[in-house]
């Protein structure tokens, strides 16, 4: 999967094309599809889950012109991450961080 990242151009109404960065490493040649991308509340960091890969990556958004920087990736156990929905517990930022993950087959969504 690809991670485009746009910005938008006030003037002309619409959304300029500035970044594409995979998802998974080059060196993952299995069969691979994007299910969900999703950003924190802070706007700091994109999530994408990879269904084939398994995994999420993990995105640092720079503040002052919108590209991503790869920051880490999460791994799971079993099959194809359906959706990867950021979880934020109380406390510092930095230190409380999780995933609610949806897997084929565990319910609706």
Known sequence: ?????YRFDAQRGGLQPIQALPS??????AN???????VAPSGRVVYASNRGHDSIAIFAV???DGT???AAE???????PKQATPFFPPGPPHRQKSFLTKF???GPG
């Not at 998974?24 to 040649?29: C, D």
């Open 1 to 5: 999967m690809v991670v485009p990242t």
């Open 24 to 29: 998974i490493p080059a060196s993952y040649t």
């Open 32 to 38: 691979n599809t994007g299910a969900e991308i999703a």
């Open 62 to 64: 720079d503040r002052r």
């Open 68 to 70: 991503l920087t790869p």
């Open 74 to 80: 999460n791994f799971f156990q079993g099959g194809s």
């Open 104 to 106: 084929p087959g565990m």
